[in-house]
């Protein structure tokens, strides 16, 4: 009995050895570091919020402060009466760059879809750098403080740096296929982690000499970075003679393989007759998808609704946990930054694998589901941690497992997956678009909760914080359990057929 094609495909890895090259590991480098850097220079303000609390509030208010001599000169131009004031506005600077960057990702995936992807993410890497710059290391040596400048260059900044994930997104989506992307993509989403991990080493080297150094360092690299990707990154196969990948690996049957051949150029108006987004001829402009129709694509919405959810609490983890571990415990807040790095590790290993596990089985959605529901149990566990670093470090790996995997995977693989369904296949026009929608939607989610997070902390305790975390992530199973059926029954049915074959 003749098995269905979906039941003969290549394994995930033969199909990624097969086509991987030296391109491809140079294109999973600038991609993967390229954002990376975006992360640092993020990291770097969440890093230096105590020396910039300092430097904007007066020296006879400021125990951590030499006083200067004649007063009315070294204090006239600070900000902020005392460092609550201060703290305060950091925390809206925080709030603030998050709306303005999810605004900015539903823009930039529809730019990037219609721009070279290599000019949008040099362009936001290089002007993100003389924004960060201008932001922290200009002013402080003019001395001009003024909160409204602040603000439009931490709006400004949050734009530009919402050019990088839908362009890496796209760029990755272009040179990896749908085999074994679960696995490269759950390694590659491992940026953000190293980013921060950067950003935290870059400033603390320099953070005696000023904080504003600390800035200086991260801007110099991001933007070197920047002319590195412009002048090195290769944003597809075709761009060196390399058949693209994605859109004839799994979508289209055996029969039509032995029929004709995947990017022949024989058959174009047979192409244009069965799909609805495809690029005529290389000649001519490829046709980008629109936003709406962006939305209208299968499972969009509903990974988007759920990367909402997940995202404020793998964010909220990102933003509060080392304060949480100095408020909560005690504990020195430099200990406290250092074994929130667990967090991290347990999301890039949790990324990876269940990567791997989703490429085995073909189907992401189940892989998320189980992994979100035991993200319930470990975040219940790790409210009742007891005072103790060890124990603690383990059971925060752990929650880093369940939640940072499965928020890497809508991020990264699944919004690929998106972006090359059958109704823009054979085409990249939709992946920056699709990530854009994604990840934009799931920073709104993130920056209300950032807002949320220390309304109930401070009314209700933090108990009642992860309570509110296993809500949201409970809501994240609600909204793709359409899917996770309609998987799940896709698996039982393939199993059932495999057994009749047999």
């Given at each position: ?61 400021n ?50 879809d ?8 040099s362009f936001?890497?290089c ?44 760029v ?60 090195g ?48 001829d290389?000649?001519n ?74 490429d ?7 892989v ?43 991020s ?27 990840d ?41 359990s ?20 047999e």
């Amino acid at each position: 009995m003749a098995m269905p094609g979906s039941l003969r495909r290549q394994p995930a890895n033969r199909g990624l050895v097969s086509h991987c090259t030296h391109h491809h590991i140079v294109v999973f480098l600038l991609t993967f570091f390229s954002y990376s850097l975006l992360h640092a220079s993020r990291k770097t303000f969440s890093n230096v919020k105590v020396s910039i609390s300092s430097q904007w509030t007066p020296s006879c208010l400021n125990s951590t402060a030499p006083e200067l001599q004649p007063y009315e000169l070294w204090n006239s131009s600070h900000l902020f009466p005392n460092a609550e004031e201060a703290t305060l506005f950091l925390g809206t600077l925080d709030t603030i760059f998050l709306f303005s960057y999810a605004v900015g990702l539903f823009v930039s995936g529809i730019v990037g879809d219609r721009l070279n992807l290599r000019w949008v993410l040099s362009f936001g890497m290089c002007s993100s750098a003389l924004v960060v710059f201008s932001f922290g290391t200009l002013t402080e040596w003019l001395h001009f403080y003024n909160k409204w400048f602040y603000c439009c260059l931490w709006v400004v900044n949050g734009l530009l740096q919402s050019t990088g994930w839908p362009c890496v997104v796209a760029v990755m989506g272009n040179w990896f296929g749908k085999a074994g992307r679960g696995f490269v993509f759950g390694l590659w989403s491992a940026c953000a982690s190293v980013g921060n991990i950067l950003g935290a080493f870059l400033a603390s080297c320099v953070l005696k000499y000023g904080y504003e150094y600390a800035f200086l360092v991260t801007a110099s690299v991001q933007f070197a970075g920047g002319v590195i990707v412009f002048f090195g990154l290769l944003t597809s196969p075709k761009e060196v003679g390399l058949p693209e990948l994605g859109a004839d690996e799994d979508e289209v049957s055996v029969e039509e393989d032995a029929n004709r051949p995947l990017m022949g150029s024989d058959d174009v108006d047979d192409d244009d007759r069965n799909y609805s987004i495809q690029a005529a001829d290389n000649d001519n402009e490829p046709k980008a998808i629109g936003f709406f129709q962006a939305c209208c694509l299968p499972g969009v919405v509903l990974y988007s609704l759920a990367y909402a959810c997940l995202k404020l609490v793998n964010y909220s983890f990102f933003f509060w946990l080392p304060f949480y571990l100095s408020n909560n415990f005690g504990w020195k807040e430099a200990e406290a930054d250092q074994l929130s790095i667990w967090y991290d590790v347990g999301g890039i290993i949790g990324g990876t694998i269940q990567g791997l596990i989703s490429d085995v089985l073909q189907k992401r959605a189940p892989v998320l589901a189980v992994s979100l529901l035991c993200a319930v149990g470990s975040l219940f566990g790790y409210s009742r941690s007891p005072n103790s670093k060890p124990i603690n470090a383990v059971i925060m790996a752990i929650t880093g497992f369940f939640i940072g995997g499965p928020s890497n995977m809508i991020s990264s693989a699944i919004s690929a997956d998106l972006g090359r369904q059958d109704v823009v296949k054979g085409s990249s026009e939709a992946l920056a678009t699709v990530t854009g929608i994604v990840d934009g939607t799931g920073s709104i989610g993130a920056a209300v909760g950032q807002y949320l997070v220390s309304l109930i902390q401070e009314n209700l305790g933090w108990m009642w914080v992860f309570y509110f975390f296993i809500l949201m992530t409970s809501s994240t199973i609600l909204f793709i359990s359409p899917l996770i059926v309609r998987e799940i029954g896709m698996l039982l049915h393939e199993r059932r057929l495999r057994v009749l074959a047999e």
